[in-house]
């Protein structure tokens, strides 16, 4: 396939369809994995006959061995322009009832396959000489929550991960972005028995706004993008929280609370 593919894990539905509309449009030809042959060739279709573009399609299931390292394999060797990492599992629910086999099931998803794929296609890119990474991650990385002990978690990992990433190759010709969407109107809830009352009806926004602002952030050169954060001091304020906790973590001693109750 030509240098000009982007692949977009997830691809059959919500956010990642978003993606594949979107960068159809730009002009970009795509390679779309996801579990849902039917979905993924009516998609395809579509975008064929729209943006006149090079569509091709992957059924694949990211939390079985074998289809993962057969997409790392094509990622390695057959450089793409972008990798969209967007397939992802909820899990949502209390770990007593879900218990730890679906757990895993959710990190070898959410996890294992995101940095494996990343790694990969990092790898490809180094062949090439440039690409894009994309990796979704979620606001609930900072934010723990009964019932989904395992997804926010995942995402915490996507996030620093990521974020770990672009350090490593800040010198390098690649672009390497983390997206963190807030709630967004997916089949997210509803593939996981449950309704989008979860949150208030106003805090929605689409799988098209969230993509829109995700590509106008990589346009704009950002690293981490936030698509609904409104007030961007926020995060900066965040920042500088984040550094201040570390310089005092890393001064050399325990903190006088705890040698007190020692003595």
């Known amino acids: 396939m030509p240098d000009n593919v982007s692949v977009i894990t997830g691809a059959s539905s919500g956010i990642g369809a978003a993606y594949a509309e979107r960068l159809a449009a730009r002009g970009s030809d795509l ?7 039917d979905r993924l060739e009516g998609l395809a279709d579509r ?6 573009v090079e ?10 061995a074998r289809d993962l390292r057969a997409l790392e394999t094509r990622l390695e ?18 770990t007593a009832l879900k218990g730890a086999d679906a757990q895993e099931r959710l990190i070898d998803l959410n996890i294992v396959a995101l940095a494996r794929l990343s790694l990969a296609a990092l790898k490809g890119f180094g062949e090439a000489g440039r690409g894009t990474l994309v990796n979704i991650a ?15 978690g995942s995402k915490a990992f996507v996030l620093n991960f990521t974020r770990a990433l672009q350090m490593e190759y800040e010198k390098s010709d690649f672009r390497i972005q983390v997206v ?7 089949e997210f809830f509803s593939s996981q028995g449950m309704d989008d009352s979860v949150f208030p009806a106003g805090a929605y926004v689409t799988p098209e706004q969230m993509v829109d602002a995700a590509l106008a952030g ?3 050169g950002e690293a981490i993008t936030i698509p609904t954060l409104v007030t961007p001091s926020i995060w900066d304020d965040m920042e500088a929280v984040r550094g201040r906790f570390l310089g005092d ?8 609370r705890y040698l007190g109750q020692a003595g």
């Not at 060797?77 to 209390?94: D, F, H, K, S």
């Not at 973590?249 to 006088?256: D, N, Q, R, T």
């Open 31 to 37: 390679l779309l994995v996801a579990r849902r042959g």
């Open 47 to 52: 975008l064929r006959k729209a943006h006149g």
């Open 55 to 64: 569509v091709e399609t992957l059924v694949a299931d990211l939390q079985e």
């Open 77 to 94: 060797t057959r450089p793409v322009a972008m990798l969209v990492n967007n397939a992802g599992a909820g899990g949502l629910g209390p």
């Open 138 to 152: 979620s606001v609930v990385a900072f934010s723990p929550s009964a019932g989904g002990a395992a997804y926010s």
């Open 180 to 186: 963190l969407p807030g709630p967004i109107r997916t």
């Open 218 to 220: 990589l346009d704009a």
């Open 249 to 256: 973590v890393i001064g050399g001693k325990v903190a006088a």
